[in-house]
């Protein structure tokens, strides 16, 4: 049907030139080979959130925050390394890398500084290096051995607040990333990959009462599961999670969470994935759904009235705030 | 990509891309890229913004493959009905588009290269005549016009990229012609602040 209608005739069609049609597949390639990810909510606080829930745990046995000294991660693979491009500098928040045993480390590259668990060799050699080098100015660096030979040096510049890790490998190669805030990594490649639990497997929402005060929820939408308040993967991790059962039902009940008996259904979940639906302070009544499958978590935004005024994709191995 | 995607129906594509085969998903772009892509333009009149658009298109159906049940051989179709929906909503399709091909590429908006430049800007400037007479109709209405008229869809696709009845597709296009015959001293005269497409209507 090539019917002409008057003086409403559009241009001739044109084809698509060669380079877009090239970045397309490579993005196409890319969605369908991993997440597509994209990162509109709030960034966890460029403060040293976890640092602090972690110290405050060690010296004051805090409980909330205990529960959110949560060991954030994902799984950093060569693909990853490749498929993720440096984007710019960020001035503010960190990245949270995870080490083998699932304790954190904190960099915040705006700040030239961090924290760790100090449960975490990983975390003492990061930091130890860090202060020998005497450079807690602009630019710092450090780097870890890797199993099996190899390096992964970790640098930021605290003026660009930029963090890239850099792997040397035994056979001669490198890959060089750039880390985002927000970004939860391992610190030794491939070392949680057999741990189907770890967060970097998941979406975590941190359901803030107030600053610093809350719990975490893990949304595995490969699984199609989600938990609350307890970190499921290691025993380490579970064992810094001592719920404060009237914290929790706040939590519960701010965040309209599930509080069934199955401690993996913490949102409303079935068979096909999960929907789960709570309100903000402005009125916005935001929904996180995921098919069972994904490797992300679909946030919508409604107004009261309906309309849609917010969509995002989150990729698995993302942290943000909930609301 | 080898000869077995080339020869297979869109269907089978679709089918082995929500299975995970990039090269099934590569195919399909292959297919419907181009006529997306010049669609996008027609709805939005900016080429920059229709190559952004596009992807957005392929990414938004892989997003959704698990939502959807597309009647059998009406892929290209539901891809018509994402970029009816994502130029609905340019401004914030576009948002989300450009940080989202920011995030996975690294990579600014693409420049056509200069053999095309030419044609691109004059099917720019002849493009925005066009929607500033189009803008006339109501929404639905350019829907079944870009779809049917320009991209050349069946009633049948155009119903399964709106969500509606044929007879609605049938009867939308009745109106629309309709509403053009009778608009159209009112949409030359609109037009004639470009001289070349005043020109071109005598």
């Given at each position: 049907m090539n019917e002409r209608i008057g003086l409403l005739e559009p241009p001739t069609e044109l084809e698509l030139p060669p380079e877009v049609m090239e970045r397309h597949l490579r993005l196409l390639r890319q969605a369908v080979t991993a997440p597509a990810p994209t990162k509109r909510w709030r960034r966890p606080s460029r403060r040293l959130l976890w640092v602090a829930a972690a110290l405050a745990l060690v010296a004051a046995g805090a409980v909330a925050a205990a529960t959110k000294a949560g060991l954030f991660d994902r799984v950093v693979t060569r693909a990853d390394l490749d498929a993720r491009v440096t984007s710019g500098a960020r001035t503010s928040d960190g990245v949270l890398f995870v080490d083998p045993d699932g304790r954190y480390i904190s960099v915040v590259p705006a700040e030239s500084g961090g924290g760790f668990d100090p449960a975490s060799p990983y975390g003492r050699q990061l930091f130890r290096s860090l202060e020998s080098r005497g450079e807690n100015g602009e630019n710092a660096q450090t780097t870890i051995e890797l199993p099996g030979g190899g390096t992964r040096t970790i640098r930021w510049k605290r003026g660009e607040g930029t963090l890239t890790v850099t792997d040397e490998h035994a056979d001669g190669t490198t890959a060089t990333t750039t880390l985002r805030s927000g970004d939860v990594v391992p610190?030794?490649?491939?070392?949680?990959?057999?741990?189907?639990?770890?967060?970097?497997k998941a979406v975590t929402f941190e359901l803030e009462?107030?600053?610093?005060?809350g719990y975490s929820l893990w949304i595995y939408p490969q699984r199609n599961e989600a938990y609350v308040a307890?970190?499921?993967?290691t025993e380490s991790a579970k064992a810094t999670a001592v719920a404060d059962e009237d914290v929790l039902r706040e939590v519960v009940r701010r965040f309209a969470l599930s509080t069934g008996a199955d401690r993996h259904r913490a949102v409303p979940i079935d068979g096909t994935g999960g929907r789960w639906t709570f309100s903000l302070a402005d009125g916005t009544i935001r929904t996180v759904t995921w098919n069972a499958g994904d490797r992300w978590v679909t946030v919508t935004d409604r107004a009261?009235?309906?309309?849609?005024?917010g969509e995002e994709v989150l990729p698995i191995g993302t942290r943000v705030f909930a609301g | 990509m080898g000869d077995r995607s080339a020869g297979e129906a869109d269907s089978v594509l679709w089918t082995r891309t929500v299975e995970g085969d990039p090269d099934a998903f590569a195919e399909l772009y292959r297919r419907h890229g181009k006529r997306i892509y010049n669609y996008l333009f027609r709805r939005v009149g900016d080429w920059s913004e229709a190559e952004d658009l596009t992807a957005s298109v392929f990414l938004e159906a892989y997003r959704r493959r698990h939502e959807v049940a597309i009647p059998e051989e009406k892929v290209g179709a539901w891809f018509f009905g994402i970029a009816t929906n994502l130029a609905h909503n340019r401004r914030r399709s576009l948002r989300s588009a450009r940080r989202l091909l920011e995030r996975l590429a690294?990579?600014?908006?693409a420049r056509p290269g200069e053999s095309d430049a030419s044609a691109r800007a004059e099917a720019r400037e002849q493009m925005g005549a066009v929607l500033a007479a189009m803008s006339a109709l109501p929404r639905e209405q350019q829907d079944v016009v870009a779809l049917?008229?320009?991209?050349?869809?069946?009633y049948e696709d155009a119903a399964v990229a709106l969500s509606i009845p044929i007879g609605t597709v049938r009867s939308r296009l009745s109106r629309a012609r309709a509403a053009l015959a009778e608009l159209e001293p009112g949409s030359r005269h609109g037009i004639s602040q470009n001289q070349e497409v005043e020109e071109l209507l005598r």
């Open positions: 610190l030794v490649p491939g070392s949680l990959r057999d741990q189907p639990l770890t967060p970097d009462l107030r600053p610093d005060y307890t970190p499921p993967w009261p009235s309906g309309a849609i005024h | 690294g990579a600014v908006s049917c008229l320009w991209s050349g869809l069946s």
